[in-house]
């Protein structure tokens, strides 16, 4: 074992007894937005920092899953290393990382499963059979939840077992090897390679490798089905994330250090500058690129991530500065249940309730939208309101659940 215990979490996390206050902070302001772009009004109307990149590039948006892997990376090493600290040993740490890593994914797996059945047309009149056949056939086996699971089975097995040089050793190669995976060997259908195997999405060597795995003949194509023929959480893809994931693991290691808190905030606000530097100006050569989890992508993302979470940190752990954090706690305590809950409500009233208008069948959504908002309001505010009507309904039912001092524990 190579993890210690938190030496600094009284230093830390002296507002909430032993909770880091800014990580829940960070954690709840990206459900929070979360839960905004994911849930428009109407998807064709859509503010440009709300929606993705197309391919290369960034918004915004691109930075809520990696912050999700940061996060997630952090938590690993603070939770493993107090869990020795309370005498755990081996066997029962190694157990509870598969099992939370088994869960999570069992978790995405429904989400994607619910409700059981296909919600399209699968015949000229197909019944409740057809369509639980044809759900089970296309069933996306990646998604977002899987990723995290993995990634954190990853991360959690790399912080029991190797020591932090180790890691940031296994950081560099796994980020030097996807470039060289990507640019430098020939994609096996073009025979492409350079900017040009990054430059469509179908046709890059993820892609590829996403149909081999995942496209299963007569066994369903278990792809995205938005994408079909590559999936934004494949299997290639991921090997990057889980870099994501260890800058937080290492992150997670500085902010639990002896070092006097200032000089902590202080190193991680400078480090992230660099990592923002660096990334940017691998760029160039390796676009950024949110749907390939690129290792520009990579760097960029961690180093936005560390300067806001030191922000936070110098907000409210040094200066004291907590009076506005109550919104974002509300989230962040309970990330998980808000994710599986709102997910839940979300394929109800944007796929499955569907109601009559003027003779056309539309979601209970898109009724509520054009109804109540859009009647009035141009289209892109009229679908933002709804986005920040559903955070608002999520975050009250998730008040209730803080008050009461439920958490949601894998």
């Known amino acids: 074992m190579t993890l210690p215990t938190v030496q600094g979490a009284s230093t830390i996390a002296a507002i909430d007894g032993n909770r880091l206050i800014s990580l829940d902070v960070f954690r709840g302001a990206t459900v929070a937005a979360m839960l905004l772009v ?29 912050f999700f892997l940061f996060i997630v990376g952090i938590t690993t090493h603070l939770s ?33 499963w619910f409700p059981g059945f296909d919600l399209g047309h699968v015949a000229s009149d197909p019944g409740l059979a057809e369509r639980m056949s044809s759900k089970l056939l296309h069933l996306r086996i990646t998604g977002v939840l899987q990723r995290i ?21 296994l950081l560099s190669v796994l980020l030097f090897s996807y470039w060289a995976i990507l640019m430098l060997l020939p994609v096996p259908d073009t025979g492409a390679t350079g900017l040009a195997a990054i430059a469509d999405k179908p046709h890059t060597l993820a892609a590829w490798i996403d149909r081999g795995a ?33 800058l937080g693991l290492l992150t997670g290691r500085w902010i639990a250090s002896s070092v006097p808190l200032p000089r902590r905030v202080l190193f991680l606000f400078a480090a992230g500058l660099v990592a923002i530097a660096i990334g940017l100006a691998w760029d160039y050569v390796f676009p950024i690129n949110k749907k390939l989890w690129t290792s520009s992508f990579v760097v960029f993302t961690g180093g936005i991530a560390t300067s806001l979470l030191a922000l936070l940190m ?16 509300v989230f962040g305590v309970n990330p998980i249940l808000a994710f599986v809950a709102s997910d839940l ?26 109804t ?11 679908s933002l309101d709804f986005a920040i009507l559903f955070v608002l309904f999520w975050w009250g039912i998730m008040r209730v659940v803080y008050k009461r001092g439920i958490i949601l524990k894998i």
Do not use: C
């Open 372 to 382: 109540f908002l859009g009647s009035w309001l141009p289209d892109k505010i009229a």
């Open 214 to 246: 995942l496209d299963w003949g007569s066994w369903g194509n278990h792809i995205w089905s938005e994408s079909k023929t590559w999936d934004p959480e494949g299997p290639l893809s991921t090997l990057p994330a889980i870099g994501t994931a260890i």
């Open 345 to 370: 409500s979300a394929i109800l009233i944007y796929r499955t309730f569907i109601v009559a208008k003027n003779g056309n069948r539309i979601s209970i959504e898109q009724w509520f939208n054009d």
């Open 314 to 329: 110098w907000l409210i752990e040094l200066r004291g500065s907590d009076w506005w954090t109550h919104p974002f706690r």
């Open 38 to 66: 994911n849930d428009p009004g109407n998807w064709t109307a859509i503010y440009w920092p709300l929606d993705h990149a197309n391919w290369h590039g960034w918004t915004p948006t691109d930075l809520i899953f990696p």
């Open 80 to 112: 493993l290393s107090n869990r020795m600290g309370r005498g755990e040993g081996d066997g029962q740490l190694r157990n509870q990382v598969l099992r939370r890593g088994a869960i999570i994914f069992a978790l995405g797996l429904f989400l994607n």
């Open 149 to 169: 699971a993995v990634v954190y089975v990853v991360t959690g097995f790399v912080a029991l077992y190797f020591p932090p040089r180790f890691q940031l050793g």
